[in-house]
């Protein structure tokens, strides 16, 4: 695993090879931002999201936390959100889940008033709201499953809240997408969950989710 030393090296390898290829690159990106993304993801080590997609520098807006949630009563969840859709105008929300992920194994197997348990209160009622078809699966069959469920309860989230109704209201373009990565193989894989209005979400899941 690289050292703090080693990545500071590289660093200025590929800062000194950034600007030979492009002199002006640096200049141009510290000007202002303008990422087309809203990158909600894990704060597991391997799921990177810069090398997942292979996006240059300035093509994401990332928000990274265990388990991927996106919770209604969390401010740096609603502060980030609200900044890429009122201040960026970024017109796509990823929620990426992933297989194998350290949180989802957690609240399956054990619950507590640490900060980390209580945090993943939140998929725990994930698991509630879908246990009768979770029971029934083999135990990492039950994990994967879940860590699907919960991308989809956290674009549900994002999609009932005020920030990303209004912008639909007013017609500003936000498209909200569920996706799971595999460390086993490297694919993102789609999970059918898009939504590019408040019409189209709640077509899918009806009144229960529109407030």
């Keep these: 695993m690289p050292s703090v030393k080693k990545m500071l090296a590289y660093n200025q390898t ?26 909600i993801g894990c704060s597991d080590s ?4 810069d090398q997942l997609g292979g ?5 994401l807006f990332v928000h990274r936390n265990i388990a991927n949630i996106f919770a209604t009563n969390d401010l740096n969840s609603l502060a980030v ?27 399956l197997e054990h619950s507590g008033v640490q900060p980390v348990d209580l945090w993943l ?16 699966l083999p135990r ?16 549900h989230n994002i999609c009932r809240n005020t920030i990303v109704r209004e912008a639909w209201k007013r017609g500003q373009e936000v498209s909200v997408f569920g996706l799971i990565f595999d460390i086993q193989d ?5 999970l059918g969950i898009e939504f590019r209005s408040s019409e189209q979400w709640q077509a899918r899941y009806g009144e229960a989710f529109s407030d």
């Design 121 to 136: 209160d939140q998929v725990r009622f994930v698991y509630n709201r879908h246990a009768k078809e979770l029971k029934k």
């Design 140 to 155: 990492e069959q039950r994990a994967k499953r879940l860590s699907e469920l919960n991308v989809e309860a956290q674009v």
């Design 186 to 190: 490297g694919l993102l894989k789609q």
């Design 14 to 39: 590929w800062s000194s090879k950034v600007k030979q290829e492009s002199p002006d690159f640096f200049k141009t990106i510290a000007q202002a931002q303008s990422p087309e993304i809203l990158w």
């Design 55 to 59: 996006l240059p520098m300035g093509s």
């Design 46 to 49: 391997r799921v990177g999201p």
């Design 81 to 107: 959100l609200e900044y890429a859709i009122d201040e960026l105008k970024v017109p796509n929300i990823v929620v990426c889940g992933h297989y194998g992920c350290g949180g989802i194994h957690a609240a």
